[in-house]
C-alpha cells in the first residue's frame, strides 16, 4: 500500500522465540502454432507520465507453488484493509511474484521453517489497477470508515501529501512481499509490536518504544529477508523488495489470479 500506492493511464532471543524444538516461532510466450488473438498479447505502454506498464506475467510464479510453506491472507482482496473494500485486480486470494523473489523467499522459508516458523504473506505483486484504487480513495476525504483501525492519529488528507499513499508502488514491479512470521508452536503470529499496514511511526522497524522482545521479533525477520537478498523499507516493517530485482523501472497492470501464470 502507501508508499508504494496516477493517474493510471492506458492503461536474538530469537531462537527461542522462533522455534528450536523449544518452540516460538502468465502468460507464457505463445508456443508455436498457438498464437494467441493479438488483443491477448503482452503489451507494453507508457503511461502518461512516462512510467512503463507491462501486461506480461511470463516471468511470475504462483508463490503457493513456489513456496508451498506459506500462509497467505491476502488482505486486499479481503475487506479488512485501510480501505475496507476488496481491492481493483485482486481477482483471487492469491499472490504472485517474478521467479527471482519467489526463489529467494523460498530460501527465507526453508530457514524460517527449520526455526519454527513459516511465513504468513499479507501482499505480493500489486497491479497498478490497485494502486490507482488507493489513490482515489486517498482523495475521497468522506470515506473513513477504516480510520479507527489503520490511521487513527492522521487526518485522512495527509496520507497523499504525506507520502502514505502514491501513485506508483514498488510491489507492482513484482518483487516486493509484505510479510510477518508465524510461529508453528504457539500457532500465532510473531508479536511485532505494531500491525501490517498501520500508518504511523510504530510501523517504522526501528521504532524503539516497543518491548524488546517486540523489536527483537521484527530484527529476526529482516535479518532473515537481508540474508536471502531482499532489502527493507524504513517505514514498515513487514515491507521488503527483492536487492537485485528483475524489472526495476516496470509497472505491471494484470490481475491477481492464478490465470495470469497459467502457461
Ligand atoms: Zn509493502
Not at 493479438?38 to 506498464?53: F, H, R, W
Not at 504472485?96 to 504473506?121: F, H, N, P, Q, Y
Not at 508502488?169 to 512481499?177: I, L, M, Q, W
Not at 517505514?235 to 526495476?248: I, R
Request: charged share 25%; proline share 6%; hydrophobic share 40%.
Amino acid at each position: 500500500m502507501k508508499k508504494h500506492a496516477s493517474a493510471y493511464v492506458t492503461l536474538l532471543l530469537l531462537p527461542v522465540l522462533c522455534g528450536l524444538a523449544l518452540g516460538a516461532c502468465g502468460k507464457a510466450a505463445p508456443g508455436n502454432g498457438d498464437a494467441p488473438p493479438a488483443s491477448d498479447a503482452p503489451t507494453e505502454t507508457v503511461g502518461e507520465d512516462g512510467v512503463k506498464l507491462s501486461n506480461d506475467a511470463s516471468d511470475f510464479v504462483l508463490l503457493s507453488e513456489a513456496v508451498p510453506d506459506v500462509i497467505l491472507e491476502i488482505r486486499y482482496y479481503s475487506t479488512y484493509n485501510f480501505v475496507g473494500d476488496r481491492i481493483d485486480g485482486y481477482e483471487e486470494p492469491v499472490a504472485l511474484l517474478t521467479k527471482e523473489a519467489a526463489a529467494a523467499l523460498k530460501e527465507v522459508s526453508d530457514e524460517m521453517i527449520a526455526k519454527g516458523c513459516r511465513l504468513k504473506i499479507y501482499d505480493a505483486y500489486r497491479p497498478q489497477k490497485a494502486v490507482t484504487n488507493f489513490m482515489n480513495w486517498a482523495l475521497d476525504a468522506e470515506d473513513t470508515r477504516m480510520k479507527a483501525y489503520f490511521y487513527p492519529d492522521l487526518e485522512k488528507d495527509v496520507l497523499f501529501p504525506q507520502g502514505y499513499i502514491a501513485e506508483h508502488s514498488g510491489h507492482s514491479r513484482g518483487s516486493t512481499v509484505d510479510l510477518t512470521l508465524f510461529d508453528m508452536n504457539t500457532e500465532k503470529e510473531l508479536d511485532m509490536g505494531g500491525t501490517f499496514d498501520f500508518f504511523g511511526e510504530i510501523s517504522h522497524p526501528d521504532y524503539t518504544d516497543i518491548t524488546e522482545e517486540q523489536y527483537a521479533n521484527r530484527m529476526l525477520l529482516r535479518e532473515v529477508m537481508l540474508k536471502h537478498g531482499f532489502k527493507p523499507l524504513a517505514e514498515e516493517w513487514w515491507h521488503f523488495t527483492l536487492a537485485d530485482e528483475p524489472y526495476p523501472d516496470t509497472y505491471f497492470t494484470f490481475p491477481v489470479n492464478s490465470d495470469s501464470v497459467k502457461k
